[in-house]
């Protein structure tokens, strides 16, 4: 049975930082690419980063580069997203997902259930 399963996320003021995690089951993670989407009240998923199976390439939404960082770690099946400087709006559910790397949702198979991030001003 697959699971991804999210973590880390809180309520926190401006220019705070959180650090999210994903574990992950019942797959071959480390074959996977895996990405981070997020998605505020009214508004649709969105592409936050990806990382490659490999782990030599990241991609991130213009908004969040050079304050986001993602990472995996195969040995413990998990990812993580490491949020500096945030805002109030990178408020949102944030959700990890593995499949094929890219900003698509489409491309990615497996959904974890999402944390919450809410960011005071």
């Known amino acids: 049975q697959v699971q991804l399963v999210e973590s880390g996320g809180g309520l926190v003021q401006a220019g705070g930082s959180l650090r999210l995690s994903c574990a992950a089951s019942?797959?071959?993670?480390?074959?996977?690419?895996m990405g981070w989407f997020r998605q505020a009240p009214g508004k649709e998923r969105e592409f936050v980063a990806a990382i490659s199976w490999i782990g030599d390439r990241t991609y991130y939404v213009d908004s969040v580069k050079g304050r986001f960082t993602i990472s995996r770690d195969d040995a413990k099946n998990t990812l993580h997203l490491q949020m500096i400087s945030l805002k109030p709006e990178d408020t949102a559910v944030y959700y990890c997902?593995?499949?094929?790397?890219?900003?698509?949702?489409?491309?990615?198979?497996?959904w974890g259930q999402g944390t919450q991030v809410t960011v005071s001003s």
């Open positions: 019942g797959f071959t993670f480390s074959r996977y690419s």
């Open positions: 997902a593995a499949g094929s790397v890219s900003r698509i949702i489409h491309n990615y198979d497996y």
